[in-house]
């Protein structure tokens, strides 16, 4: 199993440029998250998105937008890049709602480096 | 709101020392994970809590309900333990992290 794709690993946007973060993974996980991580703070939650079609607002969701179509794949689009959105972008996921099972591990990408300047 | 706290920041140790890490959350939790965050960036899963306690290796986490509050243990330190290390709250649908407290072991 590969887990938890994101791509690209880094990228450089000028301000005002679009692109989408990918994130795919392969374990049939419901559960998916986008968090943002700036140089020496903790992980923000942008969006999440319980199952195909559902997604939800985290506690930073401005500039940003996402979609589940499928099971797999839960996008991050940044329509207008700004330079407070430099950031590590990390896409994580999980099986079930924790209660459900023994243990649940969260699964992580290996993130993704943007600047916009 | 939902909200999760850690302590300390930063920790320095002497190689062989017990660590302690602190997390404590808001109401509605119904599970609590630690990770383990390496300077390369990279995040793994080390536990996951809704109650009691759990070890792995020299790894020890505990959870109090009632207290609303989580340990982290590392029993025998090493320099290969130096890590950021997050505890996240699960509220309902969402994970929510702690600010990670950053260890650092010395030989």
């Known amino acids: 199993n590969a887990g938890v794709t994101q791509t690209p690993k880094f990228r450089i946007l000028k301000i005002g440029q679009s692109m989408t973060l990918q994130c795919t993974q392969d374990m049939n996980h419901n559960y998916m998250y986008w968090y943002r991580q700036d140089p020496g703070m903790g992980l923000k939650l942008i969006y999440y998105?319980?199952?195909?079609?559902?997604?939800d607002k985290g506690e930073v969701p401005n500039g940003y937008n996402v979609s589940r179509s499928t099971t797999e794949d839960f996008p991050l689009r940044l329509e207008l890049a700004a330079p407070s959105q430099t950031s590590v972008y990390f896409c994580a996921s999980l099986p079930v709602f924790a209660a459900l099972v023994i243990y649940s591990p969260l699964h992580f990408g290996n993130g993704t480096r943007l600047t916009v300047t | 709101k939902n909200e999760v706290e850690q302590s300390p920041q930063n920790l320095t140790a002497q190689e062989g020392e017990f660590i302690t890490i602190n997390c404590s959350y808001s109401?509605?939790?119904?599970?609590l994970h630690w990770l383990q965050q390496h300077p390369g960036g990279g995040i793994v899963s080390l536990f996951m809590?809704?109650?009691g306690k759990k070890k792995h290796g020299r790894l020890i986490a505990t959870i109090n309900i009632q207290e609303k509050h989580s340990s982290l243990h590392i029993t025998a330190s090493h320099p290969r333990d130096s890590a950021v290390y997050i505890c996240?709250?699960?509220?309902?649908?969402?994970?929510?992290f702690g600010t990670g407290t950053r260890l650092q072991v010395f030989p």
């Open positions: 996240a709250g699960q509220f309902t649908d969402k994970l929510i």
């Open positions: 109401v509605g939790i119904s599970a």
């Open positions: 998105s319980v199952g195909a079609g559902i997604t």
């Open positions: 809590l809704s109650s």
